[in-house]
């Protein structure tokens, strides 16, 4: 996930110990790191290709450099660079063959315009799909605990499932999902592991620019090349045959093709007396192999140990990966560098490792931890998570990065989502000294508290925020602020755009990096526990493992 934005409300923690005052980063390493990471020598930094073993390389001589020891898998009793990822890889062979009969009436469906088809992850290296009907389930959600369900009554064996993206409250502001913040159901990616559940054959979300957070550029990109997938014992319990996104106007004429008024339909899916809509006389035939096999990418990591309690840990992460070489864009370029997204991140671990390592020992040890597949769904956060090198029961806090921005400083900081957790306090506490103030998510209903590898620490209980650059700049304030976030959303995001740029100051990089080593250090050099908010969702899971860390 990725924006130059902002979010979150606040509570009360711990008290951590007081640091000296913090290092200064080098604006022309973190620029020269950037342009290296984001080159088109790169490739974009794709999975599981030859530009992996080219970022690994680069980063692990960085890390080295600046004084890092490796912190991975233990091999003949030493610990190594990185972290080995298992994952499931398919990608679709040509070019699938993709029909949406209306009335009698086959229309063939370019993949990448009017469609947006993955490459199949439940196991199979085959779609065979020949005039399955077609269900609108609304926005997909079965919330027992909000006495909400979607699904009412209706049989998905052998049809394709078609929904909306974000909550059944993003249009109102108001009801049981919170307002504009998104929860989970809101997500594309609980919409697909809910229609295998709901033993659907397939799902197409219907891609809507403002309830997505993103134009159909992004979805495009995103969607029609390589997939990847955690190896799980049971692919098919997540994933239907047959996932994909749609173009909102070709929904529309669906809709109208079967007799139904699509906006009139979503307004009542955003009731509790929506059931599903066959779409009359539609079905959707799909044809495509895929090129399936289990592939083994890596997460870098790097440690400085702690003096005091090695075995309690501080971790800043962040993905190295991007979408490699894609779909060409107007210009003809097919490298999707990747340099906000996440080239920043990944030298910011660099340089954040070198600051440790140079300046006062820790007592806690701190983790450098540049996950692989972040771009297909979190995936080497997720795997770091279900397989911890170090006792998730004892890592104090987890401080992500992820896109920040090269620009020069801003007044203000952000994280992702709307969580609320002592770490934030923390991070609200540190932001005075710099003359920072937080700034809560403008953009709520986008849902990028689950788009961010902090997410797959949080999900499993552990304090975890995605850090994000403010908006409000010293030099040109909000207006500037929003201005190149809405320049990068629109023209870079998940684009061959996302280049380096010569005009790139980083002097905003250099102070957000500040804040963050601030309240690293503090918690490492401390014997607090941050925990969530009362009344968070993940209160209870960190709870479980409260004993271990008495």
Known sequence: MKRLILSTLALSTCTLAIAAAPPTFSTQRLSAEVKTL?????????????AETRTIDYVVAQMKAAGVQPG??????KRTWTQAVPLLRSAIVGTPALTL??????QALTQGEQIAVRAPTNGSDSVTIADAPLVFVGYGVK??????DDYKGVDLHGKIAVVLINDPDFETGKGDFGGKAMTYYGRWTY???EAARQGALGMLVIHETAPASYG????????????????????AEVHPELEGWIQRDLAVTMFKGAGLDFEALKQKAQTRDFRPVVLKGESLSAHFKADTKVITSHNIVGRVEGSKRPDETVIYSGHWDHLGVGAPDAKGDRIYNGAVDNATGTAALIELGRAFAHGPRPQRSVIFLNVTAEEKGLLGSEYYAANPLYPLAKTAGVLNVDALDPHGPARN???SGSARLGLLDDLIAAAKSYGMVYTPDPKPEAGYFFRSDHFSFAKRGVPAVSFGSGNDWVDGGIAAGKAAEDDYTEK?????ADEWQADWSFTGMARDLQLLYTVGNDLANSDAWPDWSKDSEFRAIRDKSAAERK
């Open 413 to 415: 900081f952000t994280i």
């Open 492 to 496: 870079r995001y998940h684009q061959p």
């Open 101 to 106: 009969t209306i009335d009698g009436k086959p």
């Open 72 to 77: 991975g898998d233990i091999v003949d009793g």
């Open 143 to 148: 919330a027992p605990e909000r006495q909400w």
């Open 191 to 193: 919409k697909y592991e």
């Open 216 to 235: 159909w550029a992004t979805v495009k990109n995103s969607n029609t090349n390589t997939m990847f997938d955690i190896v799980r014992d049971k692919p």
């Open 38 to 50: 984001s080159s088109d020598a790169f490739e974009g930094r794709g999975p599981a290709t030859p």
